[in-house]
């Protein structure tokens, strides 16, 4: 019974998930539980999913990354603008688009760790810049009208598989190698745990938590192409309001808003727990407004959770030392 | 004269140290008291006790004639104690007038009538010879200032009985005589002062009696006119080493590290050379700028100027990494804030400093980093029942073995220990002693910070004392002697 419960511990966004499938399947069958639906959940979560891996490399290294949806918005504007006004190939037009997308990610993590400012503020800062560079760069209105070849990272599928979830498992794969079995992926964890620890034990701090945010740029802007793909268009909103959405998947996922706590497999869960929601909730005709403060109550219950379970050990630390 | 507080035999017991052991000790009206002692004698334990911050085990507390077992913060301050501590409890941005009756009013209603406040902060301040603006901030004072209106907001709450930590320890020559003549003042008020300071000249200048505390017990109290300061050492000092130090094979190599005109942090510039083999000593008294001088040379903090050799060598160390680089290792005071990662495994703790040798293309090899760590975890011998034990689990003793893995592991040549056995239990202090020994003869140069008296001139084989951040003497091991380098820690060339 013990070893039950310690599993299921160890499991309990996993097993979130799968209660909260199971109990969509009760209330609407094969409606919601049939393999297009699936795969619908899969596709609409995987930009989401890649965003979310970013967000957490920050998190892992202490730090945060609100602009990740402006950054989004950014890159389908910039992308469309290249491929439309200017007539560049499709592919350098993305190049170029992730580039300047990553590049704003090390001016956020820069300008962050050099200043010291709180991540959630200086990067809530980024995000109303990148939002307004991105109106500005589009004029205000979307940008209809791409090349044919451009769309194929949003809508095309490798057998049944669509490609953006493909992108999203790769994604997911060489992050969680990179956190797990690299030492440049543990000095993530470690200055997270302890930047004061990790700088006296000769890591470069400043350059992981920079990187992290360069990452999540770099993330940010293969989640845009994808995103470009699949609005068709370049959309200076596109991204709006994912950077809650992000960070309530990587709470979910459990990594810790203290940092230098969480596992890429577990993000992953926590951003398909929001997909099977959001999913089941439309389904059952649950209206938008209901469903923001659905997400809304879920990334509280999240952070929560992760600040009580903190208090709770704390607690027990303290009663073992005395 | 009557007296306004007596303690009883006060005791205080923590878990494995009697901190207080049936202290006794009497404040009179209008009198000025000096505490002194060595660190951890029980001075700032008893001053909790009296202000209530902590509850005594045992014994009495008389203030103005009534009998209390125990203090509140609440209740001693009704009672017009007050304490005045190192680090000031102002608002910075906030102005003096606001800050001397901070948490009290000075007139009805919900709408504060500043005038008021800033005549009633006015005839405060009078009481001093210098003038403060009651309308100025107090983040634009010196904080000898500072530290006046701290002593204006007691006045305030008609304090009878104001305790003062170290006040002199961040003023001026000048702004001394300034307190002394303040203290004075206050005496003729009828109010009385408990005064602990370091710098026992002072006591001379400003006292009337001296109690003297050792290992948690009042050794003497006596007017302070019946001492001379040789006795006053004699009395804190009191005591041969009684603790056992394991024996060493001295042997001294080539010079290892060498710190050339070092300074910045606040520490003037010191120069010394340490051999391969040796275990340097720093003593000086807490905030003498012995942590201060080993994070500069760990690059921790910026120099404001000064060289630094290894082996020969001039290295710039502009930041840890580089003197990692350099093979140079520091094990914090701060073992929980900077030492161990915490929530860290113990595997991830040990080769956290060498993980990118351990590694191929950037891929760390798993098994070099487990036997890496099983390494270390039997050469310290740290007891855990497993490598993957999160650091945060383990005693004390075994968090700061696992904070000397790392450096062991990454092969340094130089070890500095910054209190390496604070708050760790007996038999692991043994422990420690004895790999400070073995690294030592295994030709490390090490440096050793400790506030224990004993236990340093116990394991040096040399002793650099600061005072006040500077270098003010050094000591071979045949001229250790307690007196002698408490001495030169209280400032004296």
Known sequence: MKKALDILKKHSVEAVLLVLMLMFTIV???????????????????????????MMFCMLSGGLNLAVGSMVSLVTVTSAV?????????????????????????????????????????????????????????????????????????????????????????????????????????????????????????????????????????????????MTGRVSSGQPAAGKGMDMTCLTAVVLGGVSMNGGEGKVSK???????????????????????????????????????????????????KKKAA | MSNILEVKNITKIYPGVVALNRVSMDVREGEVHALIGENG?????????????????????????????????????????????????????????????IGSKVNDGAVIDYKKLYSEAAKVLDNFTVEISPKSLVKDLTVAYMQLVEIAKAIARNARLIIMDEPTAPLTEDEVGNLFEIIKELKKQGVSVIYISHRLDELFAVSDRVTVMRDGEVIVTKDTKDFNKEQLIYHMVGRGLNETFPERNVTYGEPVLEVKELCGNGVAPVSFTLRKGEVLGLAGLVGAGRTELVRLIFGADP?????????????????????????????????????????????????VTILEKLAKWGVINRRAENDCAVEYREALNIKTPSLEQLAGNLSGGNQQKVALAKWLASKSKVLILDEPTRGIDVGAKQEIYQLINRLAEEGLGIIVISSEMEEILGITDRLLILSEGRLSGTLMKEEYSQTTVLKYASGEQ
């Open chain 2, 303 to 351: 120099k404001d100027g000064g060289k630094i050799f290894i082996e020969g060598k001039e290295t710039a160390i502009n930041k840890p990494q580089d003197a990692v680089r350099s093979g140079i290792g520091l094990v914090s005071e701060d073992r929980k804030a900077q030492g161990v990662f915490l929530r860290m495994s113990i595997k991830t703790n040990i080769t």
């Open chain 1, 82 to 226: 290249f491929m439309t006004s200017m007539n560049i190939p499709w592919p350098v037009a993305f190049l170029v688009s992730v580039a300047i997308c990553t590049f704003s990610g090390w001016a956020t993590g820069f300008i962050i760790v050099k200043t010291r400012i709180w991540p959630m503020i200086g990067s809530l800062a980024m995000q109303t810049i990148l939002s307004g560079v991105a109106y500005i760069v589009c004029g205000g209105l979307p940008i209809y009208d791409l090349p044919k070849g451009s769309i194929i990272f949003g809508q095309a599928n490798i057998g049944v598989i669509p490609l953006p979830v493909i992108i999203l498992l790769a994604v997911a794969v060489v992050s969680a190698f990179i956190l797990n079995k690299t030492y440049f992926g543990r000095h993530f964890y470690v200055s997270g745990s302890n930047v004061e620890a990790a700088r006296l034990s000769g890591i470069n701090t400043s350059r992981i938590c920079i990187m992290s945010y360069v990452i999540s740029g770099f993330l940010c802007g293969i989640a845009g192409v994808i």
């Open chain 2, 41 to 101: 004698a029980g001075k700032s334990t008893l001053i909790k006790v009296i202000t209530g911050a902590i509850e005594p085990n045992d014994g009495e507390i008389v203030y103005g004639g009534k009998s209390y077992s125990k203090m509140s913060p609440e209740l001693s301050r009704q009672l017009g104690i007050e304490a005045i501590y190192q680090e000031f409890n102002l608002a910075p941005a906030v102005s003096v007038a606001e800050n001397i009756y």
């Open chain 1, 267 to 317: 993000v992953v869960v926590g951003v398909f727990i929001l997909g099977v929601l959001k999913n089941g909730m439309t389904i059952m005709n649950v209206d938008e407004y209901t469903q923001m403060i659905v997400e809304g109550l879920i990334f509280l219950f999240a952070v929560c959770f992760d600040s009580l379970q903190r208090i709770l050990s704390e607690r027990t630390g």
């Open chain 1, 28 to 54: 609407k069958g094969t409606i919601f539980l049939n393999i297009n639906n699936i795969i619908t959940i899969l596709r609409q979560s995987s930009i989401l999913g890649i965003m979310s891996i970013g």
